[in-house]
């Protein structure tokens, strides 16, 4: 199994960039009020988690077919051996 690198930039970007909004979350309480802001980092929280646990997975998996049989049982979600 290979996985286009462009998959897993795009998916580490998303998630900086939303790392990055739960952090400033000190900012939306001025801006949206205290109810609203619980709302926003609890939304952005779960979806941060849910995205780098994707990405994770993602990079668990070998990019290259290139690994001899004799190590290919060290990787739990492939590499695809070709035969």
Not at 7 to 33: E, K, N, R
């Amino acid at each position: 199994m290979t996985v286009d690198p462009r998959i897993g930039f795009w998916i580490s970007l998303i998630a900086a960039i939303i790392s990055a909004l739960v952090a400033s979350g000190a900012m939306f309480t001025d801006i949206i009020g205290p109810d609203k802001t619980k709302l926003v980092l609890g939304v952005l929280g779960l979806v941060n988690v849910v995205i780098n646990s994707v990405n994770a997975l993602l990079h668990a998996v070998p990019s290259t077919t290139n690994i001899p049989p004799a190590d290919a049982n060290k990787y739990l979600l492939g590499p695809v051996i070709p035969k």
